[in-house]
């Protein structure tokens, strides 16, 4: 039933999680045996060496899919998440969707949190291509109603399976020898009426050819509505961290610590428009467009976020939860010839699609300011305020405005995924297998950002001025030079004066707003071949080894109608804007400018697996085993590498097994490290040298010299099973992990604290363009580069419990984690921050607490079923030792949430099963973590926490 179920196959799983396999005498374990091909069997994910009984070193978490959806049937991946070696990652209610620029608003998989693109995601033992073009795999593309499990690999895997697993590999496996129909329908949504979300699945598996072939088929279809930021009412009170004390030194210090607020507003703009600069700087436009002096609020210790007053915050009604519609189909047919060879052929194909509210259109300076002549028709000046601008010698004036009243941008993302793989694979002599395959994946992924101001037509729309008939028309219309007057002919006129102001001209905002759009193909092409077998016998048993080869290449192809590539001579400029007056920063569009990326890479490898018996049966070691294994791999881009696993299984009695592993392992950096073009964003940024909290544009690209990341992964534990309690089973493991050459970028604020503090000498002054030494920057550049490192440490838990209670069967399940280290370094000389027991709110928040954890217990009694999953996270300390990290009340506590499920099995219809599923039972509230820039999520920790409250499910399975 539920997870607990998931929890008593997680429970019956826990020998596999150890990978010890126990004596077939389970029916869960006979089920996932006969649900295998038999040149696969007991193959267990994070080894090559396929032998029944093998114990491996590493640890390997086994999750019946069954399991995980009944307790979370919102999808796989939302119940993988709530594991505890999964933290921070990103999905639906997991992402800031202010922006469209980032491509990672799928469900991506963080093992140990070190990032998405450091967890090798496998189906069936088949890498799965990238579906974003920054490399990572986003699993709501993959099928699922034929899984029967997900096997996690929490240790570096990199000798078995190649690049990326160096957190460790998730291998979603399919239920090959399925026979019958199977399905499920379901609706469900949230307390408050929102997140509905409704699935359908269908599945079946078919013996022909005379029992020879087998064919296997399925198709789903789910969708969920998601939900706004302003339908939590945490959103709607302006909730922000700021510095405690004005003017007593920069936000987060210990003379200026953070403090939590409400009501807080950003004196940059106003939603009518503020005068920034000038003789009439600090007035504000009224909705009839006349001024008044802007009134800044009360100041807090952040400069420029102040409370109450007229300044303006990105707004709740943006989104919070991201919709989705999700199709899949799969196929796959196998044909056992007479001879022992398999041959078989499968593929699969998703379309997701999903679309998010970003932020309100906005003319903000001082990078991007409303630039508005004194003879614009629309501007109202009195006599007295026209006299002192003139006096000033001014020409215009430069206004800043967040258009939240003015129709929403609105990014729609869509993402084509297939990959078909073909191979055959046998047996010869008594213990020796073969395969040989080829894979071929595709992802093609779609952004169009719409209604975004397009810079060139939206500065000529504001530039307002009256024909000879006394018409309010475009300046640029009227230009004697005809290739302006062409380029501009459909120009309308935009009045941006005044809150509401867009809508009184809503040609003008028609004409100055468009779709920033690009489109990322994603190719991988593999071919792979492997054999095993015994090789010879030492007293203690046989020797089994493995060897295999395997190509791969993969391209990326990234195009896009705003690449700021093609903004970034002076000549391209001119071109593009002529007849225009823009800022030195305006690129294509407001926010979203996606430059493009084309490049690919070959990959060649050689693997080796051995494993040797050691001792047997002797005064203590029952066995001791000794595993090894080798990867050569040569990338076109970067040259060759070597990964290498060492590890060993001791049990000195039978109720007992010590295991242990050392790996080296490698992250390749991605087709989009190694080749992007210029990508524009956009960041806070508290200037020292002007004191102005301001948005600064970023802008970075690819670096052709990166090499793959290295990582040394040391994991040691024991399983214990002792046969006096048959029915327990616990198991212990430590593990550390640290990786050198990591690929990082230095942020924005430091870069620039960095050339402030060597007093304009250091190398990071050259990536920052002032427009005046003393004026904010206009854009500051940032790359990657090998120069990070990263080092985690700490124990999982695994235990699990099974007997009778009265008239049925009681299942408990326990899987928890403790953090003892999370270390970074951003660079050789900077400094090294301990993260472990700490988090950090900011566009994208995470908190790493020292304990989280999930318990399980599920109930059976004839029909009837109950599971209850209680997920547990620890608390930990707001901030960081980085500078100016210090907040006034730090402390965060524990939170809890549980889930129920109750079933029941027809027994009429054998096969059919009801079940009403209750998420977060007791509508436990996230915590109130605003982040320090006011508007930009959720004020929670979105990454850790359910921000959707209390949910129901209800549906049905099938199964004939």
Not at 284 to 306: E, H, K, S, V
Not at 389 to 401: F, K, M, Q, Y
């Amino acid at each position: 039933m539920a997870m607990i179920a998931g929890m008593a196959s997680f429970g019956a799983a826990v020998a596999a999680q150890a990978q010890e396999t126990a004596p077939a005498d389970s029916a869960q374990e006979d089920e996932q045996v006969a649900q295998l091909d038999t040149v696969r069997v007991t193959a267990p994910t994070g080894s090559r060496i396929m032998r029944e009984g093998y114990d491996a070193p590493t640890p390997v978490t086994v999750a019946s899919s069954e399991d995980l959806l009944r307790v979370t049937p919102t999808g796989i991946p939302d119940g993988l998440n709530k594991l505890p070696q999964f933290q921070n990652s990103s999905g639906p209610a997991r992402s800031s969707h202010n922006f469209s620029n980032s491509a990672a608003h799928g469900n991506i998989l963080n093992l140990r949190g070190v990032g998405g693109n450091r967890s090798l995601i496998l189906f069936d033992g088949l890498r799965v291509a990238p579906t974003t073009y920054q490399g990572a795999v986003d699993v709501d593309v993959l099928p699922t109603e034929l899984l029967s499990r997900v096997d996690v690999v929490t240790a570096g895997a990199s000798a078995a399976y190649g690049s990326d697993a160096v957190a460790g590999v998730v291998n979603f496996v399919l239920d090959r020898g399925f026979l019958g129909v199977r399905g499920s329908a379901q609706y469900g949504e949230s307390e408050r009426g929102d997140n509905e979300h409704h699935k359908i699945s269908l599945a079946g598996g078919w013996s022909v050819l005379g029992d020879a072939g087998h064919v296997l088929l399925s198709a789903e279809y789910s969708k969920s509505d998601g939900m706004l930021r302003g339908d939590r009412s945490m959103s709607n009170y302006g909730y922000n961290h700021v510095g405690a004390m004005p003017g007593a030194g920069a936000p987060g210090s210990a003379a200026n610590p953070y403090v939590l607020a409400r009501d807080i507003n950003i004196n940059g703009a106003t939603y009518g428009g503020l005068i920034q600069g000038g003789a009439l700087n600090g007035y504000r436009f009224l909705p009839d467009g006349t001024l008044t002096p802007f009134d800044p609020g009360t100041p807090t210790g952040t400069p420029n976020y102040n409370q109450g007053g007229d300044g303006y915050t990105i707004p709740a009604d943006v989104t919070a939860v991201s919709p989705l519609e999700s199709k899949k189909a799969f196929g796959r047919f196998s044909y056992d010839f007479d001879n022992g060879i398999t041959a078989y052929a499968q593929g699969l194909f998703s379309r997701n699609e999903t679309s998010y509210i970003t932020m309100a259109n906005a003319f903000v300076g001082p990078s991007t300011p409303a630039r508005i002549a004194l003879d614009n028709p629309y501007l109202n000046l009195t006599a007295d305020q026209r006299t002192a601008v003139e006096a000033a010698g001014e020409s215009r004036i430069n206004v800043s405005t967040y258009s939240t009243y003015a129709p929403r941008p609105q990014a729609f993302e869509q993402t084509d995924f297939w990959m078909a793989n073909a191979g055959l694979e046998g047996r010869f002599g008594e213990t020796w297998n073969w395969q040989a395959g080829l894979t071929r994946g595709e992802s093609d992924h779609v952004m169009e950002n719409r209604g975004l101001l397009s810079w060139r037509e939206a500065y000529a729309a504001i530039d307002a001025v009256r024909d000879g008939d006394g018409n309010i028309v475009c300046r640029a219309t009227l230009s004697a030079d005809p290739v302006i007057r062409d380029r501009f002919a459909n120009c309308q006129p935009l009045n941006v004066l005044g809150e509401g102001s867009m809508l009184t001209t809503p040609n003008g905002y028609d004409y100055a707003t468009g779709t920033s759009r690009y489109r990322a193909r994603i190719i991988t092409d593999s071919a792979t071949f492997s054999l095993g077998g015994e090789l010879f016998q030492l007293p203690a048993g046989p020797v089994d080894a493995a060897f295999g080869a395997e190509f791969r290449r993969q391209e990326l192809k990234l195009t896009s109608n705003a690449n700021p590539g093609d903004l970034d001579t002076p000549d391209e400029r001119a071109e593009y804007f002529y007849g225009v007056d823009v800022p030195a920063s305006a690129l294509f569009y407001w926010l979203t400018n996606v430059g493009v990326a084309d490049g690919k890479v070959n990959v060649k490898e050689a693997f080796t697996e051995w494993n040797f018996p050691l001792l047997r049966d002797v005064p203590g070691a029952s066995s001791l085993d000794l595993n090894m294994a080798g990867r050569f791999t040569d990338y076109s881009t970067s040259g060759s590498v070597t990964t290498w696993k060492v590890g060993t299984t001791w049990r000195p009695v039978e109720d007992l097994l010590v295991r242990a592993t050392v790996s080296r392992d490698i992250r390749a950096p991605t087709l989009f490290d190694l080749f992007a073009g210029d990508q524009s964003g956009i960041g806070q940024l508290v200037d020292p040298v002007t004191g102005i909290t301001s948005n600064v544009v970023t802008m970075t690209g690819g670096n052709r010299d990166l090499k793959p990341e290295e990582a040394d992964t040391l994991s040691i534990g024991a399983v214990l099973s002792p046969s006096a309690w048959p029915a327990f089973t616990v198991a212990v493991d430590y593990y550390r992990l640290k990786i050198d050459g990591a690929i990082g970028t230095l942020g924005t604020s430091q870069i620039v604290q960095n050339c402030h503090a060597s007093g304009g000498t250091a190398p990071e002054c050259a990536l920052i363009t002032r427009p005046s030494p003393n004026e904010f920057p206009t854009l500051v550049r940032t790359a990657p580069a090998n120069i990070a490192s990263l080092e985690t440490s700490g124990v999982d838990i695994d235990a699990s419990w099974r007997t009778t209670v009265g008239p049925g069967d009681l299942t408990l399940r326990l899987y928890a984690s403790y953090l003892d280290s999370y270390q970074t370094q951003q660079s050789a000389t900077a400094p090294v921050y301990e993260y472990a027991g700490t988090g950090q709110p900011g566009a994208q928040p995470v908190a790493r607490p020292k304990w989280r954890g999930n318990l399980g217990l599920n109930y059976e009694v004839g029909d009837l079923g109950l599971s209850l999953s209680q997920q547990y996270v620890g608390g930990f300390r707001l901030g960081s030792d980085e500078p100016n990290q210090i907040y006034e009340d730090d402390d965060r506590g524990s939170v809890s949430y549980t889930d129920l499920t109750a079933s029941y099995r027809f027994p009429r219809q054998q096969g059919v099963e009801m079940f009403f599923t209750v998420n977060n039972l007791f509508d436990r509230d996230p915590p109130l973590i605003p982040g320090n820039v006011p508007g930009v999520n959720l004020p929670t920790i979105i990454s850790v926490y359910d921000t959707i409250g209390r949910a129901y499910t209800l549906g049905l399975r099938f199964k004939f």
